[in-house]
């Protein structure tokens, strides 16, 4: 792309850092991207209430779409950047700033691609908790999208290398809380009350030894009681993140872990409850999708790399697969680059010329 155009995405992006937003709270990052498409093309542009899209249209055409998340996550800003959170415990430590700045720089190139069909770029919100997708897939349907792509910056792959998987990309996940009450007692005494302590480290232990490796289960958080050493507690909860390649799987090990939870809990006169949260289907790319992204990356002659296994990391991109045909892709950041959801991460600028590449040569060379 023109250089100009690199370094009005680039200088977006750090905007877009500096002012980073939690997941169903994307007001400024949603303004500042709506904005930048008002100023800098002749994009249609519409505000959905949590998203937005901008779209050319072009009469009797089958639409073709492209997503950038939005929402960054609770984590402290560390590194020393020019253009570092104002927000406190909140950052872009997944690199949706980069993603989104990617998706307005093809808005620019849009602006003179000969391409004969309608095309949307969708502003999504949410998808660190499996929210934002889910409210914004019907919308593919309602345009008579046929197809929809989108990328991931990732650590651990050469710089601007292109990652491709037919099939199942990222696994299902889910959040599950359970929690346990017993019966508060005098620490001295505590064969009067009943603390679930034990029944919760019990439960933690035969988790722990029944996942396989297709299921996974880690444990996010404990809680049980105060630090008050008079005390034995009778309310405790655990939350863990449940994850399998497949949704059928992953809903079955869930179901599971309520039973074994509820078993445990009437054994040991303790009532139970579960919630879930967080939930993400697998993500399937499909195999033609895939096919016009890869020959996008080598008309640009990048490296293509066939990723052999899935992701175990969940992204909500599955929610429109199941819709319609499409594919994610992965960009990578570098062999040693730092990984995502981590303090040292920040997105390398380096690969947003490469995503508005790719993007642009699946309007180009791979739309039907």
């Known amino acids: 792309m023109k250089l100009e155009n690199l370094h009005k995405i680039i200088n977006l992006r750090h905007e877009l850092h500096a ?23 002749r994009l249609a542009v519409v505000d959905c209430g949590k998203w937005f899209y901008a779209s050319r249209y072009v009469e009797g055409s089958k639409g073709i779409a492209f997503r950038a998340d939005m929402d960054a996550l609770p984590i402290n800003e560390e590194l020393e950047l020019a253009y570092a959170s104002h927000n406190p415990g909140v950052s872009h430590k997944c690199g949706h700033d980069g993603h989104c700045a990617a998706l307005c720089g093809l808005a620019l190139e849009l602006e003179n691609l000969p391409v004969k069909r309608s095309v949307y770029l969708i502003f999504q919100h949410a998808e660190e908790t499996g929210q934002g997708a889910r409210e914004c897939a019907n919308f593919l349907r309602e345009r008579s999208i046929s197809e929809i792509y989108a990328f991931h910056n990732w650590s651990g792959w050469p710089e601007k290398s292109i990652v491709v998987r037919e099939g199942l990309c990222q696994c299902s996940s889910a959040g599950l809380t359970i929690k346990f009450m017993g019966k508060t007692s005098h620490a001295s005494e505590p064969e009067k009350g009943i603390n679930p302590a034990y029944v919760i480290a019990k439960l933690i232990n035969e988790i722990g030894e029944n996942h396989n490796e297709k299921l996974l289960c880690t444990i996010v958080n404990i809680k049980l009681g105060d630090k008050n050493f008079g005390i034995s507690p009778g309310e405790g909860e655990v939350s863990m993140t449940l994850r399998a390649q497949r949704e059928e799987d992953m809903r079955t090990f869930r179901n599971a872990v309520v039973n074994l939870a509820k078993k445990l809990g009437s054994e040991n006169d303790i009532s139970v409850e579960c919630e879930s949260c967080d939930y993400f289907p697998e993500t399937l790319s499909d195999l033609e999708c895939v096919a016009k992204i890869r020959k996008a990356a080598k008309l640009l002659g990048l490296n293509v790399i066939e990723m052999q296994n899935a992701i175990r990391a969940s992204e909500d991109f599955g929610y429109y697969t199941k819709l319609i045909h499409g594919a994610i892709f992965y960009i990578g950041n570098g062999e040693n680059y730092p990984a995502i959801h981590t303090a040292n991460y920040d997105f390398n600028d380096n690969i947003l010329d490469t995503a508005v590449k790719i993007f642009t040569g699946i309007l180009t060379n791979g739309g039907k």
């Open 19 to 41: 002012h980073p937003e939690l997941s169903g709270n994307e007001s400024h990052t949603k303004r500042t991207l709506m904005n930048f498409l008002e100023a800098n093309t």
